[in-house]
């Protein structure tokens, strides 16, 4: 699960590792009931005023993402818990990004260790999402966006964990 974790909470590489974003800017998280115009933008580094992003560490963060060919920006806010049944991350919408036709998003990462008792180098990963859209928005264009997303959001993430995890074993036996 280790691995996974460094790699969902590796804002940075995400315009490397996942087809649909395009570039990433994080931001302090400072003024949590505020959107994140109000806080820093924070440089690639850690100054003391990011949280650090590592496996087992609890962590807040704020990240905007510019997804698609459209260069939608979404911003978002990450609360990442460790917990002996499995750690996770839940994720909402930045009150800035909420508008006429996407009224909430919230969801979860959550990492399953030897599911199924298939061994310790298993890892069973869940996301769960939510939206809320406009009531006017045809449900048709919902259950479309809904049936794309969905499998975009995760397929990135089993090669690449599991290149991470190559490279990790990799590093041990040299």
């Known amino acids: 699960a280790a691995?996974?974790?460094?790699?969902?909470?590796?804002?940075?590489?995400?315009?490397q590792t996942i087809p649909t974003v395009?570039?990433?800017?994080?931001?302090?998280?400072?003024h949590m009931g505020q959107d994140?115009?109000?806080?820093?933008?924070?440089?690639?580094?850690?100054?003391g005023t990011l949280a650090t992003l590592k496996h087992g560490v609890p962590s807040v963060t704020?990240?905007?993402?510019?997804?698609?060919?459209?260069?939608?920006?979404i911003a978002a806010i990450h609360k990442y818990r460790p917990h002996p049944l499995g750690d996770y991350m839940v994720f909402t919408l930045d009150p800035a990004c909420t508008n006429a036709v996407l009224k909430n998003a919230k969801?979860?990462?959550?990492?399953?260790?030897?599911?199924?008792?298939?061994?310790?180098?298993?890892?069973?990963?869940?996301?769960?999402?939510?939206?809320?859209?406009s009531s006017l928005l045809p449900q048709w264009i919902t259950?479309?966006?809904?049936?794309?997303?969905?499998?975009r959001a995760t397929s990135w993430i089993k090669p690449h964990v599991e290149a991470a995890a190559e490279l990790?074993?990799?590093g041990l036996e040299d």
């Open 22 to 30: 395009r570039d990433v800017q994080m931001f302090t998280n400072t």
């Open 3 to 15: 691995v996974v974790w460094e790699c969902l909470l590796d804002f940075y590489s995400y315009p």
């Open 168 to 170: 990790w074993w990799k």
């Open 107 to 133: 969801g979860v990462w959550h990492t399953q260790s030897n599911p199924d008792g298939k061994g310790d180098d298993y890892t069973r990963v869940w996301l769960l999402c939510e939206l809320k859209v």
């Open 62 to 73: 704020r990240a905007a993402f510019t997804l698609s060919k459209f260069r939608l920006t």
């Open 143 to 151: 259950n479309y966006a809904a049936k794309r997303a969905m499998p």
């Open 36 to 47: 994140y115009y109000s806080e820093d933008k924070v440089e690639r580094y850690e100054d």
